[in-house]
């Protein structure tokens, strides 16, 4: 198994090597959004007397960041593409590879992280002092959250690939990821960090799993929940991902019994 | 001039029987416009739990240039976006051609050629909102209301001319994809007044992709904040930039060598 995953992991760095310029581009669509919202609470909490809870200007400015990096480190795209891949039939030649699909997809994945990863952290430097961020970290926030970001990238990546095999059974995963996407919106921590949610909101987001994937990891890199908090969450970002798991493997299972190649 | 919006009215109805052949998926496309464009006012309502203004917004205001913002949103996917995707398509098949030898302009007929009508459905809901945001505002006078139109609809051109240009350069690198993705992604940041972004990232939006200054000015025209010489300004810089972007595009197709030649 590990020999397999080091020459995908080398083919894929060499596909990757050819699309440089793709790499910059998905790097700034996981920093652009975090920066419009930050910018936005910065303006709500000047407004204010630069408080709004327990945040101020400068940790609005932390965990915007934190969060750009974590939905970088986080990402997952095969809702998109698997929909072609069943609706064209490419997915039969690799049905027939000894190697499960998901493996190439894993690879892929890291691959493009890894690549990203140099430049992102380049522009995240330009934006922290631009907003002059100011982090809460202690070597055991960093500790808690690498394991964290791991939780929250298996999440997010088993949790698309859950979406994506709805293609096995409709030809509108575009619209069941609108609407993932969408509640994502709202409750993983992208409009407002989770603890800022209104009333209900909050209750509702930590019972959801998105806040789990970006939200979570967020502020445990910022430093803006103590760790005994911290493990709690991550309690939570396991029970997640152990649904996710038993789920994915139960619907992929009867959906690869549905799908039928073009021409089959 | 009568030839070219009878065209026009031609292309629209091509397309709309051609979505209406797919009735379902016409359908779920506007339910999912009608999604993005709820969260997004829940978005404003959640920042406006904290405050009740946002550098001299307030949420009536906000709500307005929400509006404004699917307005021009909506406009770019419903009239521009499908175009330009099938104009870049065909400079790297060749099949621009098939353009080029019909007896109209070929930048109007590669242009505007395509038009993905559910989205009408995304401006319909911006003017919702616009008109919400509206009924919290005092009183609109008639400088505003003649104003606003006109403001709407340069931002419109701005957008347009900026596109053209931009799909130009794909008749040297034809593939220019990337730069287009660029493009439509930096229009989120339309959302919010553009005098909320730090300088650098307020220069690209206003100057570079100027959605800043097409979402925020016909908002603020409405919103009572008419200012003369802003609106002056825009006409006369969108005009100029129609110009400007129509002539680099027919530089650059003097550049197009066809499928095999």
Known sequence: MIRTYRALLVAQLQAASQYRV????????????????????????????????????????????????????????????????????????????????????????????????????????????????????????????????????????????VL?????????????????????????GQIAPLALLPGPLQAIS??????????????????????????????????????????????????????????? | MTRYLRL????????????????????????????????SVGAVLILFSYTTVLNGWDLGAMLVLLGCFYLVQGFGEFALQPSFEKFLENVRLGTLDFALLKPASPQFQVTLRYFRVAQLAQMALGAVVVAVGLSRIPAIGLAEAIGFPIALICG????????????????????????????????????FPVDVYPGWLRLTLSSAVPIGIAVTVPAQVIAGRLDPFGLLLLVVGSAVAFVLASSFWRLGLRSYTGASA
Not at chain 2, 156 to 172: D, E, H, R
Request: proline share 3%; charged share 10%; hydrophobic share 60%.
């Open chain 2, 8 to 39: 026009l009215r031609l292309f629209f109805r091509a397309e709309l029987q051609y979505e209406l052949e797919y009735r379902l998926n016409f359908v779920l496309e506007i339910v999912e416009t009608a999604v993005v464009t709820a969260t």
């Open chain 2, 156 to 191: 419109f051109v701005l957008i347009y001319a900026l596109l053209v240009a931009l799909s130009t350069f794909a008749f040297w690198f034809v593939r220019v994809d990337n730069l287009m993705a660029l493009y439509w992604s930096f229009m989120d940041a339309g959302r």
């Open chain 1, 164 to 188: 994506a095999t709805t293609a096995f059974w409709t030809t509108r995963v575009h619209s069941v990821s609108t609407f993932w996407d969408r509640a994502a919106f709202i409750f993983a």
């Open chain 1, 206 to 264: 930590l019972a959801l799993p998105f806040g789990y994937v970006l939200g979570v990891p967020a502020e445990i890199l910022r430093g803006g929940v103590s760790p005994s908090t911290a493990l709690l969450l991550m309690a939570g970002q396991a029970i997640w991902l152990a649904i996710f798991f038993v789920a994915f493997q139960r619907v992929w299972r009867a959906g690869v019994r549905q799908y039928s190649g073009v021409g089959a």
């Open chain 1, 22 to 161: 793709q790499v910059l581009l998905w790097m700034l669509f996981s920093v652009i959004r975090p920066v419009i919202f930050l910018a936005a609470w910065v303006a709500v909490a000047n407004a204010q007397g630069g408080q709004i809870g327990t945040y101020d200007v400068r940790d609005f400015a932390a965990y915007y960041i934190c969060l750009s990096l974590v939905s970088c480190l986080t990402a997952s795209w095969n809702a998109y593409e698997f929909e072609y891949e069943v609706r064209f039939g490419r997915l039969s030649p690799k049905l027939l590879r000894p190697l499960h699909p998901i493996h190439y997809a894993v690879v892929e994945n890291l691959v493009a992280k890894l690549t990203q990863i140099v430049p992102l952290s380049i522009v995240l430097v330009f934006i922290s002092i631009t907003f002059d961020a100011r982090f809460r970290t202690t070597p055991a926030h960093v500790l808690l959250f690498v394991p964290s970001v791991m939780l929250a990238a298996a999440l997010s990546f088993l949790s698309g690939w």
